[in-house]
Protein backbone atom coordinates (compact mmCIF):
# COMPACT_ATOMS: atom_id res chain seq x y z
CA UNK A 1 0.00 0.00 0.00
CA UNK A 2 3.10 2.44 0.52
CA UNK A 3 3.77 2.88 -3.34
CA UNK A 4 0.04 4.09 -3.58
CA UNK A 5 0.28 6.18 -1.21
CA UNK A 6 3.38 7.80 -2.17
CA UNK A 7 1.78 7.64 -5.60
CA UNK A 8 -1.70 9.82 -4.66
CA UNK A 9 0.75 12.63 -2.93
CA UNK A 10 1.69 13.59 -6.07
CA UNK A 11 -2.10 14.21 -7.24
CA UNK A 12 -3.62 17.77 -6.48
CA UNK A 13 -6.26 17.64 -3.81
CA UNK A 14 -8.96 18.67 -6.77
CA UNK A 15 -8.05 15.76 -8.64
CA UNK A 16 -8.31 13.47 -5.92
CA UNK A 17 -11.80 14.53 -5.30
CA UNK A 18 -13.12 14.76 -8.72
CA UNK A 19 -11.79 13.20 -11.58
CA UNK A 20 -8.54 10.58 -12.90
CA UNK A 21 -6.95 9.99 -15.94
CA UNK A 22 -6.85 6.43 -16.28
CA UNK A 23 -3.23 4.57 -17.42
CA UNK A 24 -2.93 4.24 -21.26
CA UNK A 25 -3.03 0.55 -22.18
CA UNK A 26 -0.51 -1.36 -24.09
CA UNK A 27 -1.41 -1.74 -28.13
CA UNK A 28 -0.08 -4.15 -30.23
CA UNK A 29 -0.25 -6.86 -27.93
CA UNK A 30 -1.61 -9.15 -30.39
CA UNK A 31 1.26 -8.91 -33.11
CA UNK A 32 3.64 -10.45 -30.64
CA UNK A 33 1.20 -13.54 -30.81
CA UNK A 34 1.98 -16.31 -33.44
CA UNK A 35 1.13 -15.61 -37.12
CA UNK A 36 -1.54 -18.48 -38.38
CA UNK A 37 -2.62 -19.13 -42.05
CA UNK A 38 -6.28 -19.71 -42.19
CA UNK A 39 -7.15 -23.25 -42.88
CA UNK A 40 -9.58 -23.59 -46.02
CA UNK A 41 -11.91 -25.73 -47.35
CA UNK A 42 -10.20 -28.70 -49.22
CA UNK A 43 -11.43 -29.16 -52.81
CA UNK A 44 -11.65 -33.11 -53.80
CA UNK A 45 -10.37 -33.29 -56.97
CA UNK A 46 -12.91 -34.55 -59.81
CA UNK A 47 -12.25 -38.23 -60.87
CA UNK A 48 -12.58 -38.96 -64.39
CA UNK A 49 -13.80 -42.74 -65.19
CA UNK A 50 -11.50 -43.11 -68.21
CA UNK A 51 -12.56 -45.30 -71.04
CA UNK A 52 -12.33 -49.06 -70.18
CA UNK A 53 -9.46 -50.40 -71.67
CA UNK A 54 -10.79 -53.91 -73.98
CA UNK A 55 -9.59 -56.92 -73.22
CA UNK A 56 -10.80 -60.41 -72.91
CA UNK A 57 -9.54 -63.31 -70.43
CA UNK A 58 -9.15 -66.17 -72.78
CA UNK A 59 -8.99 -70.30 -70.95
CA UNK A 60 -5.79 -70.23 -73.25
CA UNK A 61 -4.00 -67.02 -71.83
CA UNK A 62 -1.50 -67.94 -69.21
CA UNK A 63 -1.49 -67.36 -65.47
CA UNK A 64 1.06 -64.40 -65.99
CA UNK A 65 -0.90 -63.10 -69.06
CA UNK A 66 -4.44 -62.92 -67.19
CA UNK A 67 -2.68 -60.99 -64.08
CA UNK A 68 -1.25 -58.37 -66.94
CA UNK A 69 -4.06 -57.77 -68.43
CA UNK A 70 -6.05 -57.46 -65.16
CA UNK A 71 -3.32 -55.36 -63.78
CA UNK A 72 -3.92 -53.01 -66.64
CA UNK A 73 -7.42 -52.32 -66.19
CA UNK A 74 -6.41 -51.52 -62.75
CA UNK A 75 -4.61 -49.35 -63.32
CA UNK A 76 -6.19 -47.49 -65.98
CA UNK A 77 -9.68 -47.53 -63.83
CA UNK A 78 -7.30 -46.67 -61.02
CA UNK A 79 -8.81 -49.69 -58.98
CA UNK A 80 -6.58 -49.69 -56.31
CA UNK A 81 -7.70 -52.06 -54.25
CA UNK A 82 -7.38 -55.01 -56.83
CA UNK A 83 -4.04 -53.99 -58.02
CA UNK A 84 -3.12 -54.25 -54.20
CA UNK A 85 -4.44 -58.00 -54.24
CA UNK A 86 -2.66 -58.54 -58.16
CA UNK A 87 0.30 -57.53 -57.44
CA UNK A 88 2.02 -59.93 -55.13
CA UNK A 89 0.70 -62.81 -57.22
CA UNK A 90 2.02 -61.21 -60.32
CA UNK A 91 5.56 -60.42 -58.40
CA UNK A 92 5.72 -63.94 -57.79
CA UNK A 93 5.63 -65.38 -61.74
CA UNK A 94 8.52 -66.36 -62.97
CA UNK A 95 10.14 -64.00 -65.97
CA UNK A 96 7.34 -61.13 -64.80
CA UNK A 97 7.94 -57.74 -66.19
CA UNK A 98 9.67 -55.81 -64.01
CA UNK A 99 8.59 -52.22 -65.76
CA UNK A 100 4.85 -53.08 -65.46
CA UNK A 101 5.35 -54.16 -61.71
CA UNK A 102 7.01 -50.90 -60.86
CA UNK A 103 4.66 -48.98 -63.51
CA UNK A 104 1.06 -50.08 -61.35
CA UNK A 105 2.78 -50.21 -57.80
CA UNK A 106 4.06 -46.30 -58.55
CA UNK A 107 0.47 -45.06 -59.75
CA UNK A 108 -1.34 -47.30 -56.36
CA UNK A 109 1.31 -45.93 -54.07
CA UNK A 110 0.88 -42.12 -56.00
CA UNK A 111 -3.05 -43.01 -55.05
CA UNK A 112 -2.32 -44.05 -51.53
CA UNK A 113 0.14 -40.33 -51.20
CA UNK A 114 3.25 -42.58 -50.29
CA UNK A 115 5.25 -40.57 -52.92
CA UNK A 116 8.95 -41.58 -51.82
CA UNK A 117 7.90 -44.58 -52.79
CA UNK A 118 6.50 -44.58 -55.65
CA UNK A 119 9.11 -41.27 -56.69
CA UNK A 120 11.91 -44.21 -56.35
CA UNK A 121 9.51 -47.12 -58.48
CA UNK A 122 9.58 -44.68 -61.54
CA UNK A 123 12.82 -43.77 -60.78
CA UNK A 124 14.09 -47.36 -61.40
CA UNK A 125 11.87 -47.28 -64.52
CA UNK A 126 13.75 -44.73 -66.31
CA UNK A 127 17.30 -45.34 -65.06
CA UNK A 128 16.72 -48.78 -66.46
CA UNK A 129 14.60 -47.27 -70.02
CA UNK A 130 15.67 -43.96 -70.08
CA UNK A 131 13.38 -43.73 -73.73
CA UNK A 132 10.29 -44.23 -72.02
CA UNK A 133 8.69 -40.73 -72.08
CA UNK A 134 5.04 -41.55 -70.30
CA UNK A 135 6.88 -42.64 -67.50
CA UNK A 136 8.71 -39.48 -67.23
CA UNK A 137 5.87 -37.79 -67.55
CA UNK A 138 4.05 -39.18 -64.89
CA UNK A 139 7.45 -38.64 -62.84
CA UNK A 140 7.16 -35.57 -63.48
CA UNK A 141 4.00 -35.06 -62.33
CA UNK A 142 4.62 -36.92 -58.90
CA UNK A 143 7.44 -34.82 -57.85
CA UNK A 144 5.36 -31.78 -58.69
CA UNK A 145 2.98 -32.82 -56.29
CA UNK A 146 5.06 -33.81 -54.01
CA UNK A 147 6.42 -29.89 -54.06
CA UNK A 148 9.84 -30.73 -55.78
CA UNK A 149 9.39 -28.54 -58.74
CA UNK A 150 13.16 -28.26 -59.73
CA UNK A 151 13.18 -32.12 -60.58
CA UNK A 152 9.80 -31.86 -61.72
CA UNK A 153 10.66 -29.24 -64.26
CA UNK A 154 14.04 -31.32 -65.44
CA UNK A 155 11.41 -34.19 -66.03
CA UNK A 156 8.61 -32.87 -67.79
CA UNK A 157 11.39 -30.46 -69.94
CA UNK A 158 12.72 -33.91 -71.05
CA UNK A 159 9.64 -36.35 -71.74
CA UNK A 160 7.68 -32.77 -73.45
CA UNK A 161 9.01 -33.34 -77.31
CA UNK A 162 8.56 -37.49 -76.88
CA UNK A 163 4.80 -36.63 -76.30
CA UNK A 164 1.68 -36.37 -78.38
CA UNK A 165 0.51 -32.16 -78.78
CA UNK A 166 -2.20 -32.64 -76.39
CA UNK A 167 0.16 -33.81 -73.66
CA UNK A 168 2.82 -31.42 -74.48
CA UNK A 169 0.01 -28.69 -73.59
CA UNK A 170 -0.77 -30.41 -70.36
CA UNK A 171 2.88 -30.32 -69.46
CA UNK A 172 3.44 -26.58 -70.23
CA UNK A 173 0.49 -26.63 -68.13
CA UNK A 174 2.28 -27.84 -64.99
CA UNK A 175 5.80 -25.89 -65.77
CA UNK A 176 3.63 -22.31 -65.90
CA UNK A 177 1.78 -23.46 -62.69
CA UNK A 178 5.21 -24.54 -60.76
CA UNK A 179 6.87 -21.15 -62.12
CA UNK A 180 3.71 -19.36 -60.84
CA UNK A 181 3.86 -20.82 -57.45
CA UNK A 182 7.49 -19.55 -56.82
CA UNK A 183 7.01 -16.25 -58.04
CA UNK A 184 6.49 -12.97 -56.00
CA UNK A 185 2.23 -13.62 -54.58
CA UNK A 186 1.18 -9.98 -53.86
CA UNK A 187 -2.25 -9.29 -52.32
CA UNK A 188 -3.86 -6.46 -50.87
CA UNK A 189 -6.84 -5.37 -48.76
CA UNK A 190 -9.31 -2.68 -47.37
CA UNK A 191 -11.87 -1.99 -45.22
CA UNK A 192 -14.40 0.44 -44.01
CA UNK A 193 -14.75 -0.12 -40.15
CA UNK A 194 -15.79 1.38 -37.19
CA UNK A 195 -15.36 1.16 -33.31
CA UNK A 196 -17.08 1.65 -30.39
CA UNK A 197 -13.82 1.52 -28.12
CA UNK A 198 -10.78 2.34 -30.38
CA UNK A 199 -8.52 3.01 -26.54
CA UNK A 200 -9.25 0.09 -25.56
CA UNK A 201 -10.58 1.76 -22.46
CA UNK A 202 -12.60 -0.02 -19.48
CA UNK A 203 -16.30 1.70 -19.28
CA UNK A 204 -16.59 1.59 -15.71
CA UNK A 205 -16.41 5.30 -14.73
CA UNK A 206 -15.69 5.20 -10.79
CA UNK A 207 -12.57 4.08 -9.04
CA UNK A 208 -11.60 3.76 -5.41
CA UNK A 209 -7.90 4.00 -4.47
CA UNK A 210 -6.61 4.35 -1.01
CA UNK A 211 -10.14 4.65 0.40
CA UNK A 212 -10.66 7.50 -2.14
CA UNK A 213 -13.44 7.64 -4.74
CA UNK A 214 -12.13 9.08 -8.12
CA UNK A 215 -14.47 9.68 -11.33
CA UNK A 216 -12.37 8.93 -14.75
CA UNK A 217 -12.28 11.55 -17.02
CA UNK A 218 -13.98 11.54 -20.47
CA UNK A 219 -10.36 10.79 -22.63
CA UNK A 220 -10.42 7.84 -20.27
CA UNK A 221 -13.70 6.37 -21.16
CA UNK A 222 -14.52 4.46 -24.21
CA UNK A 223 -14.07 6.35 -27.64
CA UNK A 224 -15.86 6.02 -30.98
CA UNK A 225 -13.72 6.05 -34.40
CA UNK A 226 -14.55 5.14 -38.14
CA UNK A 227 -11.91 4.80 -40.54
CA UNK A 228 -10.52 2.16 -42.54
CA UNK A 229 -7.87 -0.61 -42.44
CA UNK A 230 -5.58 -1.61 -45.64
CA UNK A 231 -2.83 -3.70 -45.94
CA UNK A 232 -0.64 -4.77 -49.15
CA UNK A 233 1.58 -7.39 -49.04
CA UNK A 234 3.81 -10.10 -51.06
CA UNK A 235 5.45 -13.35 -50.62
CA UNK A 236 7.15 -16.04 -52.06
CA UNK A 237 8.38 -19.91 -51.83
CA UNK A 238 11.20 -20.57 -53.93
CA UNK A 239 12.48 -24.35 -53.80
CA UNK A 240 16.41 -24.24 -54.16
CA UNK A 241 15.91 -28.68 -54.61
CA UNK A 242 14.46 -31.61 -53.53
CA UNK A 243 11.50 -30.40 -50.83
CA UNK A 244 13.80 -27.44 -49.52
CA UNK A 245 12.73 -23.92 -49.69
CA UNK A 246 13.40 -20.50 -49.11
CA UNK A 247 10.57 -18.18 -48.02
CA UNK A 248 10.41 -14.28 -48.00
CA UNK A 249 7.27 -11.89 -46.99
CA UNK A 250 6.48 -8.60 -46.50
CA UNK A 251 3.17 -6.44 -45.61
CA UNK A 252 2.32 -2.81 -44.41
CA UNK A 253 -1.08 -3.09 -42.97
CA UNK A 254 -1.97 -0.32 -40.64
CA UNK A 255 -5.82 1.08 -39.53
CA UNK A 256 -6.65 5.01 -39.92
CA UNK A 257 -9.01 6.85 -38.20
CA UNK A 258 -10.38 9.91 -39.39
CA UNK A 259 -11.80 11.08 -36.11
CA UNK A 260 -9.28 9.94 -33.70
CA UNK A 261 -6.24 10.28 -35.68
CA UNK A 262 -4.00 9.53 -32.31
CA UNK A 263 -5.29 6.22 -31.90
CA UNK A 264 -4.77 5.43 -36.04
CA UNK A 265 -1.86 2.36 -35.88
CA UNK A 266 0.71 1.07 -39.31
CA UNK A 267 2.59 -1.85 -38.89
CA UNK A 268 5.59 -3.05 -41.18
CA UNK A 269 6.63 -6.78 -41.04
CA UNK A 270 9.07 -8.75 -42.78
CA UNK A 271 10.85 -12.29 -42.63
CA UNK A 272 13.39 -14.67 -43.84
CA UNK A 273 13.46 -18.21 -43.69
CA UNK A 274 13.81 -21.73 -44.49
CA UNK A 275 10.76 -24.48 -45.48
CA UNK A 276 10.58 -27.71 -46.29
CA UNK A 277 7.38 -28.82 -48.24
CA UNK A 278 5.96 -31.94 -49.57
CA UNK A 279 2.52 -33.46 -50.55
CA UNK A 280 1.46 -34.36 -46.83
CA UNK A 281 3.36 -31.96 -44.66
CA UNK A 282 5.55 -28.43 -44.00
CA UNK A 283 7.98 -27.25 -41.88
CA UNK A 284 9.36 -23.94 -41.59
CA UNK A 285 11.53 -21.49 -39.66
CA UNK A 286 11.65 -17.51 -40.18
CA UNK A 287 13.59 -15.08 -38.46
CA UNK A 288 11.65 -11.62 -38.49
CA UNK A 289 10.81 -7.75 -37.95
CA UNK A 290 8.34 -5.64 -37.21
CA UNK A 291 7.93 -1.83 -36.33
CA UNK A 292 4.83 -0.13 -35.21
CA UNK A 293 3.26 3.36 -35.33
CA UNK A 294 0.38 5.30 -33.20
CA UNK A 295 -0.84 7.96 -34.41
CA UNK A 296 2.58 9.23 -35.83
CA UNK A 297 5.24 8.20 -33.79
CA UNK A 298 6.73 5.21 -33.32
CA UNK A 299 5.34 3.29 -31.16
CA UNK A 300 7.04 -0.20 -30.65
CA UNK A 301 9.54 -2.80 -32.29
CA UNK A 302 8.93 -6.56 -32.38
CA UNK A 303 11.39 -9.12 -33.60
CA UNK A 304 12.62 -12.58 -33.04
CA UNK A 305 11.53 -16.19 -34.81
CA UNK A 306 8.44 -18.49 -35.69
CA UNK A 307 8.61 -22.01 -36.48
CA UNK A 308 5.79 -23.33 -37.88
CA UNK A 309 4.23 -27.34 -39.12
CA UNK A 310 1.74 -28.63 -40.85
CA UNK A 311 0.75 -32.54 -41.67
CA UNK A 312 -1.91 -33.99 -43.34
CA UNK A 313 -3.07 -37.00 -41.18
CA UNK A 314 -5.77 -38.49 -43.68
CA UNK A 315 -7.96 -37.32 -46.60
CA UNK A 316 -10.01 -35.30 -43.77
CA UNK A 317 -8.13 -34.70 -40.54
CA UNK A 318 -4.98 -32.24 -40.43
CA UNK A 319 -2.90 -30.82 -37.51
CA UNK A 320 -0.73 -27.37 -37.07
CA UNK A 321 1.44 -25.67 -34.85
CA UNK A 322 3.46 -22.82 -34.35
CA UNK A 323 5.99 -21.86 -31.93
CA UNK A 324 7.26 -17.90 -31.48
CA UNK A 325 9.72 -15.78 -29.39
CA UNK A 326 9.40 -12.23 -29.68
CA UNK A 327 11.32 -9.21 -28.50
CA UNK A 328 9.21 -6.86 -27.49
CA UNK A 329 10.70 -3.21 -27.32
CA UNK A 330 8.97 0.32 -26.77
CA UNK A 331 10.04 3.74 -28.11
CA UNK A 332 8.61 5.60 -25.44
CA UNK A 333 10.59 5.22 -22.13
CA UNK A 334 8.40 5.08 -19.21
CA UNK A 335 6.18 1.91 -21.31
CA UNK A 336 9.61 0.72 -22.05
CA UNK A 337 10.62 -0.04 -18.30
CA UNK A 338 7.45 -1.58 -17.55
CA UNK A 339 7.07 -3.64 -20.74
CA UNK A 340 10.16 -4.16 -22.37
CA UNK A 341 10.74 -7.69 -22.33
CA UNK A 342 9.90 -11.15 -24.59
CA UNK A 343 7.15 -13.69 -24.99
CA UNK A 344 7.44 -17.52 -26.45
CA UNK A 345 4.06 -18.57 -28.12
CA UNK A 346 2.81 -21.98 -28.90
CA UNK A 347 -0.24 -23.00 -30.62
CA UNK A 348 -1.65 -26.36 -31.87
CA UNK A 349 -4.82 -27.25 -34.07
CA UNK A 350 -7.12 -29.59 -35.50
CA UNK A 351 -8.82 -29.22 -38.69
CA UNK A 352 -11.98 -31.77 -39.67
CA UNK A 353 -13.66 -31.32 -42.90
CA UNK A 354 -16.54 -33.34 -41.92
CA UNK A 355 -18.13 -32.61 -45.13
CA UNK A 356 -16.79 -31.36 -48.81
CA UNK A 357 -18.71 -28.29 -47.89
CA UNK A 358 -17.86 -28.13 -44.09
CA UNK A 359 -14.71 -27.39 -41.96
CA UNK A 360 -14.20 -27.82 -38.73
CA UNK A 361 -11.55 -26.18 -36.54
CA UNK A 362 -10.28 -26.66 -32.92
CA UNK A 363 -7.05 -25.69 -31.10
CA UNK A 364 -4.92 -24.84 -27.62
CA UNK A 365 -2.31 -22.18 -27.36
CA UNK A 366 -0.38 -20.31 -24.74
CA UNK A 367 1.85 -17.83 -24.20
CA UNK A 368 4.56 -16.53 -21.60
CA UNK A 369 4.96 -13.07 -21.09
CA UNK A 370 8.09 -11.75 -19.55
CA UNK A 371 8.14 -8.49 -19.42
CA UNK A 372 10.62 -6.19 -17.23
CA UNK A 373 8.00 -5.44 -14.53
CA UNK A 374 6.48 -8.28 -13.20
CA UNK A 375 3.13 -6.95 -12.70
CA UNK A 376 2.61 -6.76 -16.64
CA UNK A 377 4.40 -10.71 -16.85
CA UNK A 378 1.64 -13.03 -17.45
CA UNK A 379 0.79 -16.25 -18.54
CA UNK A 380 -1.78 -17.16 -21.36
CA UNK A 381 -3.49 -20.22 -21.74
CA UNK A 382 -6.58 -20.09 -24.54
CA UNK A 383 -8.90 -22.63 -26.41
CA UNK A 384 -10.04 -21.73 -29.76
CA UNK A 385 -12.84 -23.85 -32.19
CA UNK A 386 -14.33 -22.51 -35.93
CA UNK A 387 -16.13 -23.47 -38.65
CA UNK A 388 -15.84 -22.57 -42.86
CA UNK A 389 -19.11 -23.48 -44.36
CA UNK A 390 -19.62 -23.15 -48.03
CA UNK A 391 -23.52 -23.37 -49.18
CA UNK A 392 -23.35 -23.09 -53.00
CA UNK A 393 -21.82 -19.72 -53.66
CA UNK A 394 -21.80 -18.34 -49.79
CA UNK A 395 -19.44 -19.10 -47.93
CA UNK A 396 -18.93 -18.51 -43.82
CA UNK A 397 -15.99 -18.30 -41.76
CA UNK A 398 -16.74 -18.00 -37.43
CA UNK A 399 -14.16 -18.56 -35.14
CA UNK A 400 -14.64 -18.58 -31.02
CA UNK A 401 -11.56 -17.90 -28.66
CA UNK A 402 -11.36 -18.04 -25.18
CA UNK A 403 -7.69 -17.12 -22.99
CA UNK A 404 -6.94 -16.82 -19.43
CA UNK A 405 -4.31 -14.39 -18.51
CA UNK A 406 -2.81 -14.60 -15.12
CA UNK A 407 -0.03 -11.66 -14.09
CA UNK A 408 2.83 -12.78 -11.87
CA UNK A 409 2.77 -9.68 -9.63
CA UNK A 410 0.23 -7.22 -7.85
CA UNK A 411 -0.72 -4.31 -9.67
CA UNK A 412 0.71 -0.86 -8.92
CA UNK A 413 -2.78 0.33 -8.77
CA UNK A 414 -4.21 -2.40 -6.16
CA UNK A 415 -1.56 -3.66 -4.35
CA UNK A 416 -3.85 -6.57 -3.11
CA UNK A 417 -4.66 -7.80 -6.09
CA UNK A 418 -2.56 -9.89 -9.05
CA UNK A 419 -4.45 -8.98 -12.34
CA UNK A 420 -6.76 -11.83 -13.49
CA UNK A 421 -8.20 -11.01 -16.80
CA UNK A 422 -10.62 -13.77 -19.39
CA UNK A 423 -10.75 -12.47 -23.06
CA UNK A 424 -13.68 -13.45 -25.25
CA UNK A 425 -13.58 -12.86 -28.99
CA UNK A 426 -15.75 -13.89 -31.84
CA UNK A 427 -14.95 -12.87 -35.75
CA UNK A 428 -17.59 -13.85 -38.37
CA UNK A 429 -17.13 -13.17 -42.38
CA UNK A 430 -19.81 -13.86 -44.83
CA UNK A 431 -18.99 -13.62 -48.84
CA UNK A 432 -19.81 -14.76 -52.23
CA UNK A 433 -17.78 -15.98 -54.36
CA UNK A 434 -19.18 -14.52 -57.38
CA UNK A 435 -19.60 -11.44 -56.11
CA UNK A 436 -16.14 -9.74 -57.19
CA UNK A 437 -14.94 -7.90 -59.78
CA UNK A 438 -11.20 -8.76 -61.19
CA UNK A 439 -10.13 -10.77 -58.47
CA UNK A 440 -11.62 -8.29 -55.81
CA UNK A 441 -13.72 -10.46 -52.92
CA UNK A 442 -15.69 -7.98 -50.70
CA UNK A 443 -16.65 -9.04 -47.55
CA UNK A 444 -19.14 -8.71 -44.72
CA UNK A 445 -17.06 -8.85 -41.14
CA UNK A 446 -18.10 -8.62 -37.62
CA UNK A 447 -15.51 -8.57 -34.96
CA UNK A 448 -15.92 -8.46 -30.89
CA UNK A 449 -13.78 -9.06 -27.93
CA UNK A 450 -14.26 -8.60 -24.28
CA UNK A 451 -12.07 -8.75 -21.43
CA UNK A 452 -13.65 -10.07 -18.20
CA UNK A 453 -11.04 -8.44 -15.58
CA UNK A 454 -10.67 -8.85 -11.19
CA UNK A 455 -9.50 -5.16 -11.54
CA UNK A 456 -12.56 -3.96 -13.99
CA UNK A 457 -11.89 0.10 -13.04
CA UNK A 458 -8.87 -0.18 -15.29
CA UNK A 459 -9.09 -3.61 -17.47
CA UNK A 460 -12.67 -4.98 -17.86
CA UNK A 461 -13.49 -3.75 -21.52
CA UNK A 462 -15.15 -4.74 -24.52
CA UNK A 463 -15.82 -3.73 -28.31
CA UNK A 464 -17.40 -5.14 -31.57
CA UNK A 465 -17.24 -3.66 -35.00
CA UNK A 466 -18.80 -4.27 -38.19
CA UNK A 467 -17.08 -3.48 -41.81
CA UNK A 468 -16.97 -4.80 -44.80
CA UNK A 469 -13.55 -5.53 -46.13
CA UNK A 470 -12.04 -6.05 -50.02
CA UNK A 471 -9.50 -8.44 -50.37
CA UNK A 472 -7.36 -9.45 -53.62
CA UNK A 473 -4.94 -12.25 -54.00
CA UNK A 474 -2.92 -11.32 -57.68
Known amino acids: MKKLANFLIFLPLAVQAETFHAPQPVFFENNTLPKQTEPQIKTQPKTENPPAPSFALSDADSIKT ?43 LRAEKEYSQAISLY ?34 ERAKPELSPQMQQLTERYIQAMAERQSWQPDMELQYTQTDNVNNASSQQDIVLG ?152 GVEGSVDRSKDKAESSLRRGVNVGSVWELKEFVSRVSLRYVKRD ?51 FYSRKSGEWFVSVEKDF
Do not use: C
Not at 123 to 142: C, H, N, S, T, W
Open 66 to 108: KLEKLINYGVVKQQWHLLKQLLPLYQQQADYDETLYRYAMGAM
Open 123 to 156: QQILADKPELAYPRFDLGVMLFENKQYRQAKAEL
Open 211 to 362: GLRFKKDADSLPQKAHGFRYGVGVNRELNVGGNHFVTANGRFSGVHYWDKQDYSEKSLYASLGYRYRSALQAVGFSPFFEQNWLGSPRYSKNYGVVADFRRELTAYWAISGSFSHTQKRYADASVARRHNGYLNGVSLSLSYQAKPNWLLLG
Open 407 to 457: FRAENFYFPTKKRQDKEYSLNVSVWHNRLQWQGFMPKLNYRYRKIDSNIPE
